[in-house]
């Protein structure tokens, strides 16, 4: 019989997978795999980009876009990872392309509007695509981050499709009552707040205190 320290363990570790589709905003993907990778609640982390979202952590991260996608995720994160499987967006076959591979949660960060589409209408047409959707079929965690302004009634019908299909729609945008010094401290609260909603414990205070002083009478 497993002891109880080792059932909580198990309960603790989980595998997430993380889809970078071709939205701007490749920072988000980026600090929040650097996140993953050092959370030892983490044991594995599944990584799928798509052919746009290749080009668009060239364009913004400077990492070469021919590089291999195991090499684009170490530059990502500035060192080999020691968690990641990264699978082939066409990969149709591959393990979470299933529902019975085990997936505590996902993610998808940035999420293009076409993948927003996509996942709306329920058409997979690459790993990605079909990844979440089992997501969505098992009753898992979705966190979907879209990065798209304005918005149009297109778009809005398609979040909400999805929002009542049992994802999570957490839009990136970064808050600024904690007063971020730079980019990166602002992207990071967000990272944090996309961490609660996978479930995942983190070092930072994301909770807002308000003003705990007493009310004045009038």
Known sequence: ???????????????????????SGAIYAQRLLMQLEDSAEVRQINVVISGPGRRVISDELDVSATADAEQIVAEMIGRPSTKTIVFHP???????????????????IPCSSSTLGVLASGSSRNLLHR?????LKEGRRLVIVPRETPLTTIHLENMLKLRQAGAMIVPAMPAFYH?????????????????????????QE???QGDVSPVSKI
Do not use: Q
Request: aromatic share 6%; proline share 3%.
């Open 90 to 108: 066409g990969d149709i076959g591959a393990a979470i392309a299933s529902g019975s591979y085990p997936v505590d949660a996902m993610v998808i």
């Open 1 to 23: 019989m497993l002891s109880l320290l080792r059932l909580a363990t198990i309960r603790l570790v989980k595998t997430i997978t993380v889809g970078i589709s071709g939205a």
């Open 206 to 208: 994301t909770v807002w």
């Open 131 to 135: 990844a979440a959707d089992v997501c």
């Open 179 to 203: 007063r971020p010094a730079n980019i990166v401290e602002m992207v990071d609260h967000f990272i944090y707040r996309v961490m609660d909603h996978l479930g995942l414990a983190h070092s």
